[in-house]
């Protein structure tokens, strides 16, 4: 039980375009959704909060209107990173948490992001 | 032996040996305390976690000590094996406070 699932996996664009990464939880209904980054061999930069039917708060130093975040359903929130540049290539992770275990957060597999 | 690197401190073993890993949490309020691996690539995966209330738990060959009095946290793992190197979060939140704060995390190294 628990399982997150994140897609894409990786995916490679070109400066200046969009990307939109789904962050799902397939056996459990999520009422709170996180968005992370992570750079090589460091840890987990929580990146904004997600609940379900509301915006999202971010952490100081995020930008709300380059990292979109939505949350339409218990099940499933995305991360749009807008007008990408070579800056955001990063290791985007996601992780829900269900209502039954309010502390525990359930991790994606990760999305890896490269900006040429 | 453990070493210190520029980014991630780095704990190597030998197969089968006992490993023991070693956070050390930031925050006295903290009441709830989880241990994630993460293998390269991958999400952090959940493997045992504690409440404030308890000293010392166990799982599957792991067990997580807390010590509150100086703020320390320990992930053991018994009879290390080649698939447990990854790297090891602990990571701290307050009950009813949504967000995780997690540690800088260890890499460690089984060898076989």
């Known amino acids: 039980g628990a399982v997150v699932s994140q897609h894409p996996s990786w995916v490679i664009c070109k400066s200046g375009t969009s990307v939109k990464i789904e962050c799902r939880s397939l056996d459990f209904q999520a009422t709170t959704m996180f968005w992370y980054r992570q750079f090589p061999k460091q840890s987990l930069m929580l990146m904004a909060t997600?609940?379900?039917?509301?915006?999202?708060?971010?952490e100081q130093g995020v930008e709300k209107d380059k990292f979109l975040i939505n949350h339409a359903s218990l099940t499933l929130s995305t991360l749009t990173v807008t007008s990408a540049h070579p800056e955001d290539s990063s290791f985007y992770i996601c992780?829900?948490?269900?209502?039954?275990?309010?502390?525990?957060?359930?991790f994606g597999p990760g999305t890896r992001l490269l900006v040429l | 032996g453990e070493s210190v690197g520029l980014h991630l401190p780095t704990l190597s073993v030998q197969e089968g040996d006992n490993s023991i890993i070693n956070c050390a949490y930031s925050?006295?309020?903290?009441?709830?305390f989880i241990w994630y691996k993460q293998e390269s690539g991958k999400g952090p995966q959940f493997i045992i976690d504690?409440?404030?209330?308890?000293d010392k738990r166990q799982g599957q060959r792991v067990t997580v000590l807390l010590n509150k009095t100086v703020k320390h946290l320990s992930l053991q793992i018994a009879a290390t094996q080649p698939g447990d190197s990854a790297v090891y979060f602990c990571?701290?939140?307050?009950?009813?406070?949504?967000?995780?704060?997690f540690g800088k995390g260890t890499m460690l190294l089984v060898s076989p």
């Open positions: 990571a701290e939140t307050v009950s009813g406070y949504s967000t995780l704060t």
């Open positions: 925050n006295s309020a903290s009441d709830y």
């Open positions: 997600s609940n379900e039917g509301s915006k999202a708060t971010y």
């Open positions: 992780s829900a948490r269900w209502a039954g275990y309010q502390e525990t957060q359930y």
């Open positions: 504690i409440r404030s209330n308890m």
